[in-house]
């Protein structure tokens, strides 16, 4: 069991499936409704602890009635969350999602407001407490002032999600040990396939582990200068896409926490990944003793 900080945003989910995906300007009925609590690294923290880890979740928390549901969510799921950087009138980050019944395709709406975390405040954590620091990469001036800070100290291995080529997001690459790159930002950067994305990224930074999940086509890593590749491994139906990519970078996590070999990662990341994308949610994803 590891002790693993993650920061980034919580967000409330309001989930609606659909036989198909709406027309402008229709109204459609949906056959479920769900609120859950969501946000990429909220959605990793649940599958670390569900593998048997720690998490704790760094975020900024809002003061309106879906921050008390998203609060009780976490404790329900086991999932600490630093409580001090509560913001007084304030909304909570809010997605809605759309999922196509037919494809599982997920469509999102996003609104935020809420005030992401200082490094300031950050500073309020002693990371020495840790065994792993995740971080999703967003809020970049104040993400790159804590990891400058961090650089300086002692400190657990540090992981890097990059999902979207926000402006400046490269200023924080230097100091992940272990990047992930999604198939988006993959896509946004102009590469075609993961490989390319690593292999340009790898000759900038040959000494960092690099991870590149790439849907149905499976996902890819370099280590070493050595390339990697595990195929996908997609569940009898498709039923929720939704945080697929969250679960592989907590799967990843975990398996370098247990210092795994790469192949090894790959193909347990991408089991558990498919597996996500097979069932409603992230409840009861691993069990207990369970092999994937």
């Known amino acids: 069991m590891s002790r693993i900080l993650l920061t980034g945003i919580i967000t409330l989910d309001i989930i609606h499936f659909v036989d198909h995906y709406p027309l402008e300007d229709s109204e459609q009925r949906a056959s479920q409704q769900i609120f859950e609590t969501g946000g990429n690294t909220a959605n990793s923290s649940y599958i670390l602890k569900q593998l048997g880890h720690e998490p704790k979740l760094a975020a900024t928390i809002a003061d309106d009635p879906a921050a008390a549901f998203i609060c009780q969510q976490l404790q329900q799921r086991g999932v600490d969350y630093f409580d001090q950087w509560q913001i007084a009138n304030s909304q909570s980050p809010t997605s809605c999602i759309t999922i196509n019944q037919q494809n599982a395709s997920r469509t999102i709406t996003h609104y935020r407001d809420l005030p992401e975390l200082q490094a300031r405040q950050f500073e309020q954590i002693d990371t020495h407490k840790f065994d792993w620091l995740h971080f999703e990469g967003r809020n970049i001036t104040q993400l790159e002032n804590i990891l400058r800070t961090i650089a300086g100290q002692p400190h657990a291995p540090i992981s890097l999600e990059v999902e979207k080529d926000l402006p400046d997001i490269e200023c924080l690459l230097p100091y992940g040990d272990v990047i992930f790159f999604s198939r988006n930002f993959a896509l946004q950067r102009g590469f075609k396939e993961a490989a390319e994305c690593l292999q340009y990224f790898a000759s900038i930074y040959p000494h960092k582990r690099l991870f590149c999940a790439w849907g149905e086509f ?75």
Not at 242 to 257: K, M, P, Q, S, Y
Not at 279 to 290: V, W
């Open 218 to 292: 499976g996902a890819w890593a370099i280590q070493s200068s050595r390339l990697y590749h595990s195929p996908a491994v997609p569940p009898a139906h498709l039923i929720d896409t939704r945080a697929a990519g969250d679960t592989f970078n907590a799967a990843c996590i975990d398996g370098l926490l247990k210092q795994q070999s790469i192949v090894q990662i790959l193909q347990d990341a991408c089991t558990l990944a498919g597996r996500k994308c097979g069932q409603k949610g992230l409840d009861n994803l691993i069990t207990p003793g369970d092999i994937l």
